[in-house]
């Protein structure tokens, strides 16, 4: 037996079609996957025996005189298995029938004969087959009204008639017999009662069986079986017992049908078939016995007569079975969907109401009550109505007569629904009417959370406003692409006071970009600043930045300070401040100013003591120029010629002059007051001039010095004459220290070093004097502080406060030896204060 | 050969490269050999004593200054005079420089003129200086050649006793004075008594005897 591992045929539909319970050619063909196929050869040769069978009961079952059998079967198994196997395999059955067919009816019955009935019956099978296939939807099942119509009209009528005409009239062309009405009529009726009788019961049995043997309750069992023995005891007593025909009445015909009816609704299309078949049969063996109500003419008439009867009450049953299987989905149905509602309307988180007549809420879900503070007994009282849920709707009078005038009034905007204890919640509220019917549903979404959330962002937003407008500064706020989007009130007076345009007065709505941008193509220099600091933030390269920039007046100088901040949040923007600082920047003006004239006056103190130092430098380029221009004199007064020696002496007299002339111009820069130039300095050449400067005041002191330098020491960013300026003052008071140690002792050293964690340089002057007391480190750079007999005490303090406006730090220690040492540190790349 | 023979220089020594140019310049015009060193330390490394010669300094220089070279030259026995010629003098300074034997102490910017003078006055000193000491060496010479006796006998001629009474003094014959008397004024090519005491006065005494006190 070859199993097949392919799924099911074409002509099976998608099968999540037949997930549906109680579908039952779904379940047989869903059995299909399990392996009990259609396809093995056992299903044909089994339907080819009960065929044969069959055929021999209906023989056994032939009424006598009549060419009619009380049960003709065969037939009805083949349209049975058509029905239940898929059409491709159709072809298998039908030809596995052939022999037994013709194993039964040959040769008792002629070749023709045998022929002809084969294919008629064949034929009713087919016929009534693809007539339910074509008519009835999926699933197929006899318990729908529809199936059943079409099996009794086509295949219990239709079908067999067709095939009884042809069959008949091929019997009376044969020869075989010549009663053509006789043999269509009993035919017919014979097919009929056994379709109606037997396909849906085997259908029915058949898909019961693949879908799995349900426990079936003993009391069920036992319910069937005493209605069966019931109606076989009525049956016998409507149509067996021997009785005279004037002794019956019409009306025992009529005793079955309580049992029927019985049977039909606790068994459904079974219980109508068996309950038919047992009707057959009784009513079959009471014609074959001459009693009942249908013994009374001749045997043919009698035959066909119970027939008919069998018929009518089978096709009957089959109907009353579909009905009330039908009806009793439709309950099942509805229960079902009751049940979906519920949970839908229970489970909602939307406060729903339905109502019924008279307004009258008649349920309530839970979040409606949970909302209003009802509670169910409330609503169950029925005595909420409406037209009271909303103020509005109440407060508008009498409760319109009309339906329409209270729903226009619900869909409103501004609803708000009352509570239980009075209180009132803002809602938006929609209704649904009921088709048809005097009712609807009512939605109710609580806007609190939204009113409190808008009422908060209005809050928020009008404190966001109201601090824009109270502050002094003037501010913008600029989306990603440099438009202007919001701007506080002192930006916008500001933007629109100026006369004269500036590139900087933007409103909101413009785009501040392209303001920066034409004004630095103009060559505006601020504009160009603005431009770089805008797109370095806005592109988010730079969190800030901040630039200054001058007024345009030069009668009233003033200066701003404008700061760009990036805006967090993800779309990116930035934040503008402008402020105007003309007096703090003046401010730090004058007091830049004190501090030039302070350095100043700490300057030429020191330039004071240096006076004799810089006439020896003088002195000495002097005495060159003075004794080669003499020299050259007496040369030429010789008379001899000395050109060549003369003019030498006049070069070395140049270049003597320029000496002299460097010494002036290094006198002239430690004496001018000029704004600090912050240039890259190279400290080790720095401190080497200063040196220069100061070699003849150092001779004429007996003071030694030594100087080492870091050559790795990058230079700093700095105003080379103050830093000069505090070296030089740092020797002259080391050289003053010294002033009273033995002369072989008088040794002053400089070096310079770049520092270890290489953020700046460090110069130190180390004295060989007796040190500074501990406690003193950090006095004397005090103002008037001074050790010194006559002097002010400000060259220390000075000097710190130019090392501080350079960023670089003045302190001092005391030395390894007994002297001390100053350090001026210096930053790289100076921080500048 | 005296060491009067060679031509006197002038050395000089100043660390200015400048001021030493010019100054040898000007110092050359006028006729005198000048040789100039960089550092006090260089000349006294490098310099001889008895070249002919006087020294012009300046006072302001690293390491020995002008002052303290004078006082190692006349430390170590000469007495070369110096000129000093410097940009940063002041009156207590010149004072000391010429206390210890300064020819001059010149400021700067120096005029010529007033360098050669200066100069001439200084190889003036510095021959004259010479002249003494080679006499010296000379009546040293001398000195010499003298025996005991007739030291001793030279000792009293200076100190102005008579024959008679150095014959006395020393247990001689005054005859034998005389003699001796003669040896020495012979040796010590002394014309005269008065020549004596001259060349006997430039000379340290051994010990010098009282002198006669009439």
Redesign the interface.
Known sequence: MRESAARVEPLAVPLDRFKTADSGFAEGLSALKAGASYRSFGAPLAVAALYFAAAKLGGYLAFPAAPVSALWAPNAIVFATLLLAPRSRWWAFLAAIVPVHFYAQFPVYPFAQVIVQYLMNVGLALIGALAIGKFCPLPRQFDQVRTSVVLVVCGGILAPLATSLMLAGAFVAIGITNEFWLTVIARTITNAFAVIALVPLIVHSVERLRRGRKEVSLARAAEAVALALCTTAICIAVFVLPLEPHERSPLWLYAPLPLLAWGVMRFGVGGACGLALIVGAVSTWGVLNGSGPFAVRDPVQNALSVVSFQVMAGAALLLFAALRNEWRQAVEALRRSELRFRSIFEDNIIPTLIWRDHFRISEANDAFLRLTGYTPADIEGGVLRVDELTARTRDAGATPARQADLFERFTSTDNELTLRDGRRVPVVIRHSQFAGESGGVIYALDLSAFRRAEAQRLCAENLHAAVLGSLHDQIAILDSAGTVIEMNESWRRAAQSDSPARFDRVVAGESYLQACERAAGDGNRAAREHLDALRAVLDGAAMHRHLEYSGTSAQEPSWIEVSVERLRRPEGGAVITRTDVTARKQAELDARNQRQQLTHLGRVAVLGQLS??F??EL??????????A???L??LA?GTDETAEVKE?LR?IV??NE?ASQVIQRLRALLDKGDIQRRAVDLNTAVGEVLDLA??EL??R?VQVSASYDRFAPPVMADRVQLQQVVLNLLMNACEAMASVPVAERRVSISTRFVADRTSVDVAVTDGGGGIPPSDLERIFQPFVTTKAHGMGLGLAICRSVAESHGARLWAENGDTSGAVFHLTVPVEGVLA | MSATDEKPSVFLVDDDPGVRTALTRGLTAEGFGVRSWESADAFLREHEPDSPGCLVADVAMPGVDGLELQTRLSLSGCDRPIVFVTGRGSIPMSVRAIRAGAVNFLSKPVRLEELVAAVREALEQDRLIRFARARRALVQARLKLLTAREREVLDLVVAGRMNKQIAAELGAAEKTIKVHRGRVMLKMQARSVAELVTFTSQVAPRHAPAPTVE
């Open positions: 004799g130092a006439a020896h002195n000495q380029p002097l005495t060159s120029i003075l004794g080669n003499e020299a050259a007496k040369m010789r002496i070395d270049h003597d000496r070699r003849s001779i004429a007996n």
